[in-house]
């Protein structure tokens, strides 16, 4: 029987995984990380629930991408995750995934038709979550270790009404995988890119995930950090939180109000705080003060929509959206700058 030939670089991978895989925590806590499914996906996910929670008050959510298995999978990601919930108190899931493997490396088709399912995974257990507890609508995170990037990068980026912010740990990286993001990134999400100073499975990738981001005009954070490939749940936390001190969130949303009335639109917002002043500015010489307008277009076209809004702290925030009316399926690209009040 004649031997299956390998290149050296698969010969070093279980070294390369061993002597650089996340250190994973002490996972005693006092409760248990529950196994769940999600009915509409079927897809399994676990989540952990700190002790001291209670629904008086909504709660953090960080939802976690694991990477390439036999390596990596959810419940390693969650043993390293569980007790930084329980000191940190938020409440963090792991969802089984298909399309988080750098080896082998896929075909494009196959690995976007795997991004779209996982998306339905991630987006699911987000909802069944939301719907068992007490979750904050601007405190909703995700996160990916290695391979789990592919997930991170699809889904998040697509979805920055769900998630505040995103963090890839040490991701690989292949931008053909992100036909479908490209050119729809909106600029105010924030998106940190951790990597190894001596990774020499992913740090090529993080290199090329910066390079991609920034053409990509993203609100891009990166991160490099000492030693080789492994998980960093702590930085991870720790931009997280960066993020709600220091980045207020405020996105704009455009519905349509009506299917025999395409000219008439709906715009609400959402964000981490609620602004004591609105001025929309619809584009063709109308304005409105109200929080939520209800406004009809004279004909189709493309308009940009202004919001002026003032904070709880007097800080003015000024939102631009773009967009095509009748409504389309592509989202409208959101631009925001922050200005001292005058």
Same mark, same amino acid.
């Given at each position: 029987?004649?031997?299956p030939?390998f290149?050296?670089?698969?010969?070093a991978l279980?070294?390369?995984f061993?002597?650089g895989?996340?250190?994973y925590?002490?996972a005693?806590?006092?409760?248990?990380?529950e196994?769940r499914?999600e #009915?509409?996906?079927?897809?399994?996910y676990l989540l952990?629930?700190p002790?001291?929670?209670?629904?008086?008050?909504?709660?953090?959510?960080?939802i976690l991408?694991?990477?390439?298995r036999?390596?990596?999978?959810?419940d390693?990601q969650?043993l390293?995750?569980?007790k930084?919930?329980?000191?940190?108190?938020f409440?963090?899931t792991?969802?089984?995934?298909?399309?988080?493997?750098?080896i082998?490396?896929?075909a494009v088709?196959d690995q976007?038709?795997?991004q779209?399912?996982?998306?339905?995974?991630?987006?699911?257990?987000?909802?069944?979550?939301?719907?068992?507890y007490s979750?904050?609508?601007?405190r909703?995170?995700l996160?990916?270790?290695s391979a789990?990037s592919f997930?991170?990068l699809?889904t998040?980026l697509r979805? #920055?009404e769900v998630f505040r912010?995103?963090?890839?740990q040490q991701?690989n990286?292949?931008s053909?995988?992100?036909?479908e993001?490209?050119?729809?990134?909106?600029?105010?999400?924030?998106?940190?890119v951790?990597?190894?100073s001596?990774?020499m499975?992913?740090?090529?990738?993080?290199k090329?995930?910066?390079?991609?981001?920034?053409?990509?005009k993203?609100?891009?954070h990166?991160?490099?950090?000492?030693?080789?490939?492994r998980?960093?749940?702590e930085p991870t936390?720790e931009?997280?939180?960066k993020v709600?001190?220091?980045?207020?969130?405020?996105?704009i949303?455009?519905?349509?109000?009506?299917?025999?009335?395409p000219?008439?639109?709906?715009?609400k917002?959402?964000g981490?705080?609620?602004?004591n002043?609105?001025k929309?500015?619809?584009?063709?010489?109308?304005e409105s003060?109200?929080?939520q307008?209800v406004?009809?277009?004279?004909r189709p076209g493309?308009y940009?929509?202004?919001l002026?809004?003032?904070?709880p702290?007097?800080r003015?925030?000024k939102r631009?959206?773009d967009l095509?009316v009748p409504l389309?399926d592509t989202?409208?690209?959101?631009?925001?700058?922050?200005?001292d009040?005058?």
């Amino acid at each position: 029987m004649t031997l299956p030939r390998f290149s050296p670089l698969l010969a070093a991978l279980p070294l390369l995984f061993c002597v650089g895989c996340p250190q994973y925590r002490d996972a005693t806590v006092p409760n248990e990380i529950e196994r769940r499914v999600e #009915p509409q996906t079927n897809a399994d996910y676990l989540l952990y629930v700190p002790s001291n929670y209670n629904g008086r008050h909504p709660w953090p959510l960080i939802i976690l991408c694991h990477g390439t298995r036999p390596w990596d999978n959810a419940d390693r990601q969650m043993l390293d995750w569980v007790k930084l919930a329980e000191e940190k108190g938020f409440l963090v899931t792991a969802v089984e995934l298909s399309g988080t493997s750098a080896i082998p490396k896929r075909a494009v088709d196959d690995q976007i038709a795997r991004q779209i399912d996982d998306e339905r995974r991630i987006l699911g257990a987000v909802r069944q979550i939301r719907g068992a507890y007490s979750i904050s609508d601007d405190r909703i995170f995700l996160t990916g270790w290695s391979a789990g990037s592919f997930a991170v990068l699809h889904t998040g980026l697509r979805h #920055p009404e769900v998630f505040r912010a995103i963090a890839l740990q040490q991701g690989n990286f292949d931008s053909a995988y992100l036909a479908e993001v490209a050119g729809r990134i909106d600029p105010h999400q924030p998106v940190c890119v951790i990597y190894g100073s001596i990774d020499m499975l992913t740090g090529a990738d993080a290199k090329k995930c910066v390079a991609w981001l920034e053409k990509q005009k993203a609100n891009l954070h990166r991160l490099e950090l000492s030693g080789g490939h492994r998980g960093h749940p702590e930085p991870t936390q720790e931009f997280f939180d960066k993020v709600l001190r220091r980045e207020p969130w405020l996105h704009i949303r455009a519905l349509g109000v009506d299917d025999t009335d395409p000219l008439t639109v709906h715009f609400k917002t959402r964000g981490s705080f609620v602004p004591n002043r609105f001025k929309w500015q619809f584009g063709d010489g109308q304005e409105s003060p109200v929080s939520q307008p209800v406004h009809r277009f004279d004909r189709p076209g493309t308009y940009q929509v202004t919001l002026d809004a003032l904070t709880p702290k007097k800080r003015k925030v000024k939102r631009n959206l773009d967009l095509t009316v009748p409504l389309q399926d592509t989202p409208a690209l959101e631009r925001t700058t922050w200005t001292d009040p005058k």
